[in-house]
């Protein structure tokens, strides 16, 4: 089973709408047509904008994040239809971030995946373990954990519209990367998951993304490995040279 490989842009919690205009034009100057399926996640306020900004090219656009209801008193959120409204492909869930400074735990990202796989919405959902998880040990109870609950419910339907990343917390912003091999056995483990939870076909098709400091110098490496279908890139997809190279670094790997 060949599965396409999908690198996500993660922009966090920088770019107004003016200046991620700016980042798709110089994107788009440097990505031809390819067989990598590529998105970006702007923030909110800069998803229009964005998204104007890539009219006609195979870019997707992703949200970093959406409320579980449709809609009501929840001052401040955002809900998954409003996204799908405005022509968003998807939603980043369960991102160490939200599941660290907003107190994210599995239930609610579940919560989050099925009202997201309620519109047409695509979803990728975050997990990994922190180092202290790691240095004791318990990065495969962690992660197996997230993963169970955040599938609590899905179908093998819906499951089809799910990208997995796997971002171990230690590898997040600090410049260091998880090695091919340790990205690999998480990979590998979790694909196994699938298929006990779901089934051989399901796992097959399943794409998991790693993310936590991929650089263009470390793309291709990660990328190659068997079960390492895609980048989810934070830092690095800010620049659109870096972003590019990375995607070149996806290619080289098909
Ligand atoms: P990083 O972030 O690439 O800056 O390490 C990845 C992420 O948080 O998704």
Redesign the pocket.
């Known amino acids: 089973m060949t599965r396409r490989k999908f690198i996500c842009g993660?922009w966090k919690m920088f770019k107004t709408g003016a200046e991620a205009a700016q980042l798709v034009r110089e994107l788009r100057t440097r990505l031809s047509e390819s067989g990598v399926q590529i998105a970006i996640a702007p923030p909110f306020t800069a998803l229009e904008s964005a998204h104007a900004a890539l009219a006609g090219s195979h870019l997707q656009l992703y949200a970093q994040n959406c409320h579980f209801e449709k809609q009501g008193a929840f001052t401040g959120e955002i809900a998954a239809p409003m996204l799908e409204a405005i022509s968003c492909h998807g939603v980043i869930l369960g991102?160490s971030e939200r599941r660290t400074l907003f107190a994210e735990d599995d239930a609610l990202v579940n919560k989050k995946l099925r009202a997201v796989l309620d519109t047409r919405l695509a979803a990728i959902v975050c997990i990994g373990e922190t180092l202290s998880e790691r240095e004791a040990n318990r990065t495969w109870e962690v992660v197996s954990r997230q993963v169970r609950g955040a599938l609590s419910g899905i179908s093998s339907e819906q499951l089809s519209r799910i990208t997995l990343a796997y971002?171990p917390v230690w590898?997040?912003?600090t410049g260091r990367n998880a090695t091919a091999a340790q990205a690999q056995e998480v990979h590998a483990q979790i694909r196994g998951l699938v298929r006990e939870l779901y089934s051989a076909p399901a796992a097959d098709a399943m794409r998991i993304q790693y993310?936590?400091?991929?650089k263009p110098e470390n793309a291709a490496e990660l990328l190659g490995q068997p079960d390492v279908d895609g980048a989810?890139?934070?830092?690095?997809s800010l620049k659109a040279d870096d972003f590019a190279r990375i995607i070149a670094g996806a290619k080289l790997t098909i």
Do not use: P, T
């Open positions: 993660n991102h971002e590898a997040i912003g993310g936590g400091s991929v989810l890139v934070g830092g690095a």
